[in-house]
């Protein structure tokens, strides 16, 4: 995946954050992911600040993987 390098809308954002997560919260993710114009923005439930640590299944399986595909 090629490193970020403009915001023309071709390159592509993938922001998460835990339904938990006190800093950064799911409102500062869904701000931060606006910057962007091809996004995408997920919560998931359940988890707090390292969704990927505390559900890595869920997290690489059904998000990260959908995104990247």
């Known amino acids: 995946m090629p490193a970020f390098t403009s915001c023309d809308g071709t390159d592509l ?3 998460s954050s835990g339904e938990g ?3 950064p919260c799911p409102d500062l993710a869904a701000r931060t992911a606006a910057c962007f114009p091809n996004r ?3 919560v998931q439930p359940g988890a ?3 969704p ?3 559900d890595p299944e869920g997290f690489v399986a059904a998000r990260l993987m959908g995104f990247l595909s």
């Open 13 to 15: 954002a993938y922001r």
């Open 21 to 23: 997560d006190g800093g």
């Open 40 to 42: 995408t923005r997920e």
């Open 48 to 50: 707090g600040h390292f």
């Open 52 to 54: 990927r640590l505390d």
